[in-house]
């Protein structure tokens, strides 16, 4: 494809003649780097008319350029940037005052700071890994392409144009939101109605959103230690008051509660990152310990369908009697992450400023990606997708387990139902940033734990490795030279 010939001005403040200023239009672009080697010119006549200039004037410019090996001739093809033109210099940083520099002064002009949050690198190419024990990826070996496909053409159809094409604002798929009602959550115990189920750009979006409609800067928000990262830094971001709670073997403890906590944040299912999974009996005195103080319960179960070991217990919410508990869903996890489909769950006052606000922000998740989904849950794909990644992890759940005996690797937390990590500990003194960064080398990933924890002195000596995206004849190799490098450490 050409150069788009709308992306060429002249200078009206530019010396020398209307050929010489072609000239140096196009020799700068070049040097610039925004016209690079091989990419094809607009034709000197498309040229003339977008400048308004005579067409020979175009081809006097492009004879000059072509001379200086600026550009190269190819018959009939046209104009093109040479394989020989220079390459352009490595840019200078701008000084402060210079025509190239950002005058502003964004330290006072930023009125609040979004960055600088702790998270865990999830680097791009894992796939070109070949021991990729990285946490949250889509496996293409399991995923149904096929029928997802034919899920998106039928939500493309003219049946459905009104699904695709509609601005719903505040509103939802209603049929997305049915199945949701009247499949989804009753396997989890749940009972809702339409008016109390919210869509969301993924579980972290309907964090967000809850954080921003339950919280202010005198409220105080209790969260698991260690915790998923990127609900600390959303808190954080809200500003305000917040307690990190030490996790045990069973997840959060509820007497270790403070009285004048707000909101509680927990992964009961399969607890982030350690995976432990909160018993029934705990799930009750969190709901008594909420009711004594009079807090909310935020109830993130990101996994629940990944449980190939037993079936789940019923999710937390669905022991509430008092409306106290959020639930949290996603489909990210299960069908794949780039999906960025959830929902909440909540009662109606709270579900109404939810939407309210996420209509303020993003309106609503595309309607193309809700009707796919709805068709690919509604039609039994889904259902068979969860059982054939439930037999695959479970499959590479026995091969991890047996390799890390076999390496002689302790396990710190594995989950009582399932899920698709392990939640591992080093011995002591050993730095798992480090080892991470030197496992690189033999094409391994792994996560460091550090980034899970809250506060100073964080422990440097646990790690997550993940057996969702790493085929399972390549775990013991890779156990191996996880191994290798843990002694290497100490």
């Known amino acids: 494809m050409a150069i788009s010939v709308e992306t060429f001005f002249l200078d009206s403040e530019a010396d020398g003649t209307l050929q010489a200023q072609i000239q140096q239009m196009i020799a700068q672009g070049i040097l610039s780097g925004r016209l690079r080697r091989g990419e094809k010119l607009p034709s000197s006549r498309g040229l003339a008319a977008h400048l308004g200039v005579s067409r020979i004037t175009v081809t006097l410019a492009y004879t000059e350029l072509l001379s200086n090996d600026y550009l190269t001739s190819r018959g009939r093809s046209g104009y093109f940037v040479s394989d020989n033109a220079p390459e352009p210099p490595p840019r200078p940083r701008a000084q402060v005052g210079s025509a190239d520099s950002d005058s502003v002064d964004w330290n006072r002009a930023i009125g609040t700071r979004f960055s600088g ?99 202010t800067q005198r409220r105080r928000a209790v969260i698991e230690n260690p915790c998923y990262y990127n609900l600390r830094n959303i808190l954080d971001q809200s500003r305000c008051h917040l307690t990190a709670v030490d996790v045990d073997r069973d997840g959060l403890p509820p007497h270790a509660i403070p009285e004048e906590t707000d909101v509680i944040f927990t992964t009961p299912s399969h607890q982030f990152p350690t995976t432990a999974t909160m018993p029934i009996a705990r799930r009750r005195q969190l709901l008594k310990r909420a009711r004594e103080i009079d807090a909310l319960v935020v109830e993130d179960d990101y996994e629940f369908e990944i449980s190939f070991l037993k079936p789940p217990s019923p999710a937390l919410k669905s022991l509430d009697r008092e409306g106290r508990v959020i639930y949290v869903g996603s ?104 080892v991470a960064e030197a496992l690189l080398q033999d094409r391994v990933l792994i996560e460091a734990g550090r980034t899970f924890f809250c506060g100073e002195d964080r422990p440097k000596n646990y790690y997550r490795i993940a057996y969702s995206s790493i085929p399972a004849d390549r775990i013991s190799a890779g156990v191996g030279l996880i191994a290798k490098a843990m002694r290497a450490a100490k």
């Open 117 to 215: 949050g702790e998270v865990v690198a999830k680097p791009l190419d894992w796939a070109k890994y070949r021991y990729p024990f990285n946490y949250g990826q889509a496996d293409p070996t399991m995923f149904d392409h096929a029928n997802w496909r034919l899920c998106a053409l039928q939500a493309l159809g003219q049946k459905d144009f009104t699904s695709l094409t509609t601005d719903y604002f505040d509103r939802d798929d209603p049929q997305l939101v049915e199945f949701i009602a009247r499949q989804t959550l009753p396997r989890r115990g749940i009972i809702a109605e339409p008016d109390e189920i919210l869509v969301t750009m993924g579980a972290q979006n309907a964090l967000w959103l809850t954080a921003q409609v339950l919280l």
């Open 331 to 434: 489909f990210s996890k299960s069908i794949f992450p780039g999906l960025r489909l959830g929902y909440l769950v909540g009662s109606k006052s709270f579900i109404k400023e939810a939407r309210a606000l996420r209509a303020s922000v993003l309106r609503h998740p595309p309607g193309h990606i809700q009707r796919t989904a709805t068709y690919f849950l509604s039609l039994g794909h889904y259902d068979a997708l969860v059982r054939r990644m439930s037999k695959t992890l479970h499959k590479r759940r026995v091969e991890a387990e047996a390799a890390i005996a076999d390496h002689g690797l302790t396990i710190a937390g594995k989950g009582a139902y399932g899920g698709s990590s392990l939640w591992m500990r080093a011995p002591e003194g050993v730095d798992t940033e480090t």
